[in-house]
């Protein structure tokens, strides 16, 4: 509750307007100190961008931070591996935009003045982020004394909290309104010709039919081609661009299953049996579930839809006490207890006023606060007047301490049974996490039967004894095959099978078969070629693996391309020698039928090809044959053309263009569309420049 439960309801869209600015704007759009050698600086050096130096403190400050807004926004208390991968890439973002943009920014002398924040803030230009933050989602009005009260009071919040995350807010406002300037500084200089409109307008509404003959390189033997080392060596010389590669690994690698033995799922069985008479008798259901079970206490009511189908028509058939079980389900042997049959409504209106403990008031001054404000309430005074002026919930402060409509199970527990349970109209008071409420029920939805169940599970799971007699296995295996062609031996003596994950990239944090093996990615970035891993547990699984290949980054080595450039200049004679016979063929007709007779073939057709088609029936994708016939003049016959799977011969026989031309309307399209990338490949261009070093690999 207070402003930052109002928060946390509307943080689907900030979340992606404010975090999200880091990542998108461009792409579409301590655990160390630094010591005072050099060697200890660029030993714990993160990146090093534009020059400048990263340590990994200040990248982790960066994480830190927005870790802690996710989990405000979120009500979150911990993050799960996917969650806390996307933060870090967010705080990279994050941080190649600061270091990048505002070097930028600041040779152009572009910047953010304090009366411009002011003007976003309380002015009157609000920012999009402040706006959604302050408007009553029941009217859809901003309120901008609301604003003004939240500054006034938000330092008086205990837990620091609520300045954080405001300043947090100010910095992304400031930050997003100089980046706005920078793409309309830039896309002010855009400009597009008439020229430039007329040749795109032409592109996207010109269409040709054609006529095509084409002979696949396959019918020119391979015997009648001869590439030599000398022309293999020639062609990697000068097309070596071409082969550029990033740095990578190729890992194979053999697992034991971590898997609880028969022997365990006994013991499971044989506990969860022993405790049914016990569980059927207990009187604090709650408690021995939180001592004993697998599976948490579940406080909440459930319809009979919401129950899974094992046990819906036993517990709604059932009478309080009666015991399902046991069975098994999801690996788990369970004993399910029906506790209570109830009647109450699917979601109720409330509305409430919340007194803090804190600076202001300890925690015995806002007991006897809240319980004034209650025998007021009750007195029949202005409930609304009364939340304006004393409420310390700033997201429902403005409204009345108006709630709205909630289902059962979204406010925290102690708020949920209580309201769950309260006759419309009756005014309580509930102490929760946040402070006291005093509350009323304003309207209840329909009553419908609903159900609450105790579940007393025992997940079967590798004791002790199974994980060190696999971990046993695995260190035997380790022991015994410990080159890579005893690894290979090895493998096959014990029946494992080798899975194999090639070309695997420095920052990746998976493998086949293995989504968290980032331990498995930087061993293997560590090791030698042919080097044999330590046992590493990822996923319930020991992994071994092999370092196979290790390219670094630069250029493929000829040896590794050499065939693939002999199948390219292969083709490429062959294309030579197609060519020059179709030019013999060309100049010995009249007409392009005789040429399809001569050459023993019969054309194929091509219909409203236009500069954007991506294929042509019966040919393939060939953009060199597209583009040939989309300028080449109707009724000639071409010359040949050299193309991805033949050499092909042409003849145009009608085109269309549209007898209206409206260049304005397509330079304004071009506009729009350059307009729509200058910050992506302004930004692109600013990092390649940067020289950026990522050595995050190191760390994560």
């Given at each position: 509750m207070a402003t930052l439960e109002k928060i946390r309801n509307r943080a689907g869209v900030l979340v992606t307007v404010v975090i999200g600015l880091a990542l998108f704007a461009f792409i579409l759009g301590d655990i160390l100190g630094s010591g005072p050698s050099l060697f200890t600086n660029r030993q714990f050096e993160i990146a090093e961008i534009a020059g400048k130096s990263i340590s990994f403190e200040r990248f982790q400050q960066k994480v830190d931070q927005l870790t802690e807004i996710y989990m405000l926004n979120t009500g979150q208390t911990a993050l799960d591996?996917?969650?806390?991968?996307?933060?870090?890439?967010?705080?990279?973002?994050?941080?190649?935009?600061?270091?990048?943009?505002?070097?930028?920014?600041?040779?152009?002398?572009?910047?953010?003045s304090s009366e411009e924040l002011f003007d976003m803030i309380q002015g009157a230009n609000i920012h999009p982020i402040v706006r959604q933050l302050f408007t009553d989602p029941a009217t859809g009005t901003f309120d901008q004394s609301a604003v003004i009260q939240f500054l006034r009071t938000m330092n008086q919040d205990p837990t620091g909290q609520q300045r954080a995350y405001w300043l947090y807010v100010e910095r992304e406002i400031v930050r997003e309104r100089a980046m706005t300037k920078y793409n309309n500084l830039l896309g002010k200089g855009l400009y597009v010709t008439s020229l430039q409109a007329d040749n795109a307008w032409e592109e996207n509404n010109k269409s040709v039919d054609f006529e095509f003959i084409v002979q696949r390189y396959n019918t020119v033997h391979d015997s009648l081609v001869n590439i030599t080392t000398s022309d293999i060596r020639r062609y990697y010389r000068q097309n070596r661009s071409d082969f550029r590669q990033a740095a990578s690994r190729d890992i194979e690698y053999v697992a034991f299953d971590i898997t609880p033995s028969e022997e365990d799922n006994l013991q499971a069985r044989e506990w969860i049996e022993s405790m049914e008479e016990e569980f059927a008798e207990v009187e604090e259901v709650r408690q021995f579930i939180s001592l004993n079970s697998d599976i948490p206490y579940?406080?909440?009511n459930h319809s009979y839809e919401d129950l899974p189908e094992t046990i819906a028509d036993f517990l709604f058939n059932g009478s309080p006490g009666d015991i399902y079980g046991p069975y098994f389900e999801d690996n788990t042997y369970k004993l399910v207890r029906l506790t209570?049959?109830?009647?109450?409504?699917?979601?109720?209106?409330?509305?409430?006023?919340?007194?803090?403990?804190?600076?202001?008031?300890?925690?015995?001054?806002?007991?006897?606060?809240?319980?004034?404000?209650?025998?007021?309430?009750?007195?029949g005074e202005n409930f609304e007047m009364m939340a304006m002026q004393y409420s310390d919930d700033m997201g429902t402060r403005f409204e009345g301490g108006n709630l709205g409509w909630f289902p059962e199970g979204m406010m925290v527990p102690e708020f949920n049974d209580a309201v769950f349970s309260a006759r419309q109209g009756e005014f309580f008071i509930v102490e929760t996490q946040f402070?006291?409420?005093?509350?009323?029920?304003?309207?209840?939805?329909?009553?419908?039967?609903?159900?609450?169940?105790?579940?007393?599970?025992?997940?079967?799971?590798?004791s002790s004894a199974t994980y060190q007699?696999?971990?046993?296995r695995a260190s035997r295996f380790a022991g015994q095959y410990n080159t890579?062609?005893?690894?290979?031996?090895?493998?096959?003596?014990?029946?494992?099978?080798?899975?194999?994950?090639?070309?695997?990239?420095?920052?990746?944090?998976?493998?086949?078969?293995?989504?968290?093996?980032?331990?498995?990615?930087?061993?293997?970035?560590e090791a030698r070629e042919n080097s044999i891993s330590p046992i590493l547990e990822i996923e319930d699984r020991f992994i071994i693996a092999a370092l196979t290949k290790v390219r670094q980054e630069g250029y493929q080595p000829l040896e590794e391309v050499s065939s693939q450039i002999e199948s390219i200049l292969i083709r490429k004679r062959k294309?030579?020698?197609?060519?020059?016979?179709?030019?013999?063929?060309?100049?010995?007709?009249?007409?392009?039928?005789?040429?399809?007779?001569?050459?023993?073939?019969?054309?194929?057709?091509?219909?409203?090809?236009?500069?954007?088609?991506?294929?042509?029936?019966?040919?393939?994708?060939?953009p060199r044959l597209i583009a040939t016939a989309l300028y080449t003049e109707p009724g000639i016959i071409s010359s040949p053309v050299k193309g991805e799977n033949g050499v092909y011969v042409l003849k145009v026989t009608s085109v269309h263009i549209p007898d209206e031309r409206d260049i304005d309307a397509e330079r304004r399209n071009l506009s729009g569309a350059k307009r729509a990338r200058v910050n992506f490949d302004a930004f692109e261009a600013l990092k390649e420049?940067?020289?950026?070093?990522d050595n995050r690999h190191k760390f994560f």
């Open positions: 591996t996917e969650t806390h991968e996307m933060i870090l890439e967010e705080a990279w973002q994050s941080l190649l935009r600061e270091i990048i943009m505002e070097e930028e920014y600041g040779r152009l002398g572009l910047e953010v579940d406080q909440r209570e049959v109830n009647f109450v409504p699917d979601s109720v209106r409330a509305r409430h006023i919340l007194i803090q403990p804190g600076q202001e008031l300890d925690y015995q001054q806002a007991r006897n606060r809240a319980d004034s404000l209650l025998e007021v309430a009750r007195r402070g006291f409420h005093i509350v009323q029920v304003t309207d209840r939805a329909r009553e419908t039967k609903k159900v609450r169940y105790a579940t007393l599970a025992r997940e079967v799971t590798p007699r696999i971990f046993t890579y062609e005893r690894f290979l031996e090895g493998a096959e003596e014990e029946g494992l099978s080798i899975r194999m994950a090639n070309n695997v990239l420095i920052g990746d944090r998976g493998v086949p078969g293995l989504e968290s093996a980032r331990e498995l990615v930087r061993w293997a970035y294309g030579e020698i197609i060519a020059s016979r179709l030019e013999e063929q060309i100049s010995e007709v009249d007409n392009f039928e005789e040429l399809a007779t001569n050459l023993n073939t019969q054309p194929e057709q091509a219909q409203n090809i236009r500069f954007s088609s991506f294929s042509v029936p019966g040919a393939g994708i060939e420049e940067s020289n950026v070093k």
